[in-house]
Each structure stands twice: as C-alpha cells, then as structure tokens.
C-alpha cells in the first residue's frame, strides 16, 4: 500500500522552471514503477513521464521530451519532475502515480497505476 503527496507547483511565467515532488509512504516504494500525469481544465488526463523501480529507465510524452526530467531518490521515497522552458501549454494540475504490478515495461496509460496523489496545480502564464 502507498500514499503518494505532489508539492511543487505554482504560478510562473513562460520560459520558467518548477520542481515538483511527490512524497511516498509506505515500504514498498523501491519496487514500484512511477508515473507523472496531468490533466488539464476540461480535459483528459494524459501520460507526461515514467520511471522504472531502479531509475535506470524512463519514458517521456513527445510534448515534454526535452523540457522535463523525471528522477527518483528511493531512500528518500521521492519522485521527482524536474519542468524547464515551460509553457502555457503545460498548465494543468499534475498528479504522481505508482504501479504496483512490478512488469518489465513501463506504462504510460492511466488505468496501468494503483495508486494516486490528489494533485498539484501548476499555471503557466505568456
């Protein structure tokens, strides 16, 4: 079982950066993939970034790829995403999310994650 809490974002202008974090309890955390998705006002949520257990893979949504990093500090229980040269674009409330099947591949569908934080709102301003 894990509780997962994003903290992080915020207002910024275009061309910013944030650092948002998601805080994971529970003693489980080092075997679980994660995830990074967002969901814009009035539409569907969507994949942003994944990570594997270990760190050593990751996957990026072709919006992002280039502009965001996706790390994580298992002894801290903490996922990261790191968002450079944001744009209005990327205004949304992002949620962490954890996958508890343990496969060999990581997901990028929402309904492939267990667990999810309640969302941190990140508003980028032109």
């Known amino acids: 079982q894990v509780q997962l809490v994003e903290s992080g974002g915020g207002l910024v202008q275009a061309g910013g950066s944030l650092r948002l974090s998601c805080a994971a309890s529970?003693?489980?955390?080092?075997?679980?993939?994660m995830g990074w998705f967002r969901q814009a006002s009035g539409k569907a949520r969507e994949f942003v970034a994944a990570i594997s257990w270990s760190g050593g893979s990751t996957h990026y949504a072709d919006s992002v790829k280039g502009r965001f990093t996706i790390s994580r500090d298992n002894a801290k229980n903490t996922v990261y995403l790191q968002m450079n040269n944001l744009k209005p674009e990327d205004t949304a409330v992002y949620y962490c999310?954890?996958?508890?099947?343990?496969?060999?591949?990581?997901?990028?569908?929402?309904?492939?994650?267990?667990?999810w934080g309640q969302g941190t709102q990140v508003t980028v301003s032109s």
């Open positions: 999310a954890a996958d508890s099947t343990q496969g060999p591949r990581l997901r990028v569908g929402a309904m492939g994650y267990d667990y």
């Open positions: 529970g003693r489980t955390f080092a075997s679980y993939a």
